[in-house]
Antibody, heavy 114, light 109 residues
Framework: EVQLVESGGGLVQPGGSLRLSCAAS????????MHWVRQAPGKGLVWVSRISSDGSGTNYADSVKGRFTISRDNAENTLYLQVRSLRVEDTAVYYC???????WGQGTLVTVSS | QTVVTQEPSLTVSPGGTVTLTCASSTGAVTSGYYPNWFQQRPGQAPRPLIY???KKHSWTPARFSGSLLGGKAALTLSAVQPEDEAEYYC?????????FGGGTKLTVL
């Protein structure tokens, strides 16, 4: 059974940092590009970032460039998103996804508030 | 900044057919934008339906189909069921960056 399980979300003050994780199982994680997508409460989906199968290539949405860093550990089948300099508008559920084969996690909630 | 536009809302009768579209501010959508479509019901994670314009996942019901139509990506639902009431999002690929549309709220009434 394919599983993507996000963790690491929580309540953080503006300007703070978090590291989100996504543990993958049930498919060959190291063969696929992986993505982070977020959704603010009551709003639509927003693509955040992607990373190549071997980790050598990354892309970011303009809204997070310079503040977020995507990475992966293929030995541990885990995807990461380091989020820094958080803003109130970064409050969202963050999903990891393998878009190529249609696998999504259930998301982890990041709340940025003082 | 690239904008992807969808109809904000559509209404369809049970058993009917409806087409949702997805337009790009950069011009006509082609297969090179690898259009994807997702369904999202309240409180649930997005469920992928269509990838690369018209390819279905193994779990995608046959009544859903993807295409290119008049310079836009399109998702057509045939023989609509009550459970198809949901938000639908398209996703386009722009040279390394991906952009979601704002979503279409589909009401089955």
């Amino acid at each position: 059974e394919v599983q993507l399980v996000e963790s690491g979300g929580g309540l953080v003050q503006p300007g703070g940092s978090l590291r989100l994780s996504c543990a993958a199982s049930g498919f060959t994680f190291s063969s696929y590009w992986m993505h982070w997508v977020r959704q603010a409460p009551g709003k639509g989906l927003v693509w955040v970032s992607r990373i190549s199968s071997d980790g050598s290539g990354t892309n970011y949405a303009d809204s997070v460039k310079g503040r977020f860093t995507i990475s992966r550990d293929n030995a541990e089948n885990t995807l990461y998103l380091q989020v820094r300099s958080l803003r109130v508008e970064d409050t969202a559920v963050y999903y990891c996804a393998s878009l190529t084969n249609g696998y999504w996690g259930q998301g982890t909630l990041v709340t940025v508030s003082s | 900044q690239t904008v992807v536009t969808q109809e904000p809302s559509l209404t369809v009768s049970p058993g009917g057919t409806v087409t949702l579209t997805c337009a790009s501010s950069t011009g006509a959508v082609t297969s090179g934008y690898y259009p994807n479509w997702f369904q999202q019901r309240p409180g649930q994670a997005p469920r992928p339906l269509i990838y690369s314009t018209d390819k279905k996942h193994s779990w995608t019901p046959a009544r859903f189909s993807g295409s290119l139509l008049g310079g836009k990506a399109a998702l057509t639902l045939s023989a609509v069921q009550p459970e198809d009431e949901a938000e639908y999002y398209c996703l386009l690929y722009f040279d390394g960056v991906l952009v979601f549309g704002g979503g279409t709220k589909l009401t089955v009434l």
